[in-house]
């Protein structure tokens, strides 16, 4: 009898033991879990936020906000699934986010169930359209005017090459954006064998790309060149240049052009 009450003793501290280790290993886990899919954001970036929930209050909703610096800029309530789990997604732009910074993320379900993320943010930077005339100097003498619109960037130099019937541009792109050029047809053109407009080689960084001529008359020829954050050099290739240099023929521009593009990378992009 004492040997059964042994077995039964100890059988008693194994389940109990048992029960505590149960008890506590459930004690770590959070009630309530939130994270997002990545810690810093570009302005139009999707900022996915999950989580997960230990037990599923019934009929209460999440509630999901959104502060940054003491002020809340987004909020919304959602239920979870029926394993706890859930997910939300928000877009960081305006006008709701607008300044660069820390963003908290809070969620809560029920009274006192709070669990809080931070994540960085970062909006787009803001450029003012430069319209200006940059006065282009001639090598054998004298200077011509070509006028430009630019957004995103910033023109630093342009420099004529008439041995190439190349101006080359030289820019500043801190951001994506648009360079609107206005070019004196006596200054630089692009002609076929019978007199009629050719298009312009355009070789952004040693690659080319297409672009758009939005204006034509006898005087000018507008175009319009899309560039990308980090670009620096523009060459806009002819078929003539002034005004010593004159007209030279379609087949010459062809012949330039491959060999030019034969030393560059051997790559063709197209921008429209």
Do not use: C
């Given at each position: ?28 886990v ?74 908290l ?9 709070i ?20 006065e ?45 050029l ?91």
């Open positions: 009898m004492v040997f059964v009450n042994v077995k039964i003793f100890f059988a008693l501290i194994f389940l109990a033991f048992s029960s505590y280790s149960a008890f506590a290993q459930s004690d770590n959070p009630f309530l879990t939130v994270e997002t899919d990545d810690n810093h954001y570009d302005e139009g970036d999707t900022v996915v936020i999950s989580g997960q929930l230990a037990t599923v209050i019934v009929e209460t909703p999440i509630i999901l906000q959104i502060w940054f610096e003491g002020n809340l800029i987004d909020a919304a309530q959602f239920n979870p699934a029926q394993d706890g789990s859930y997910s939300h997604t928000v877009i960081a732009e305006k006008p709701l986010w607008r300044t660069e910074g820390e963003y993320i809070r969620v809560s379900h029920g009274e006192g169930n669990a809080e993320v931070t994540i960085d943010f970062t909006p787009k930077k803001e450029f003012l359209e430069i319209t200006d005339s940059f282009v100097e001639i090598p054998n003498g004298g200077t011509f005017d070509a006028e430009y619109t630019i957004l995103g960037g910033a023109v630093k130099d342009m420099i004529l090459e008439p041995d190439n019937f190349t101006l080359r541009i030289l820019l500043e792109t801190p951001d994506e954006g648009t360079l609107s206005k070019l004196p047809r006596e200054s630089i053109d692009a002609e076929k064998f019978n007199g009629q407009d050719e298009t312009f080689i355009i070789l952004i960084d040693n690659i080319q790309f297409l672009y758009k001529e939005i204006e034509t008359n006898s005087q000018t020829r507008l175009i319009t060149i899309n560039f990308q954050e980090g670009d620096s050099e523009i060459e806009i290739i002819g078929t003539s240049v002034v005004p010593e240099f004159g007209t030279i023929s379609a087949l010459i521009l062809v012949l330039g052009v491959m060999i030019t593009i034969g030393l560059t990378k051997n790559k063709v992009q197209l921008k429209i």
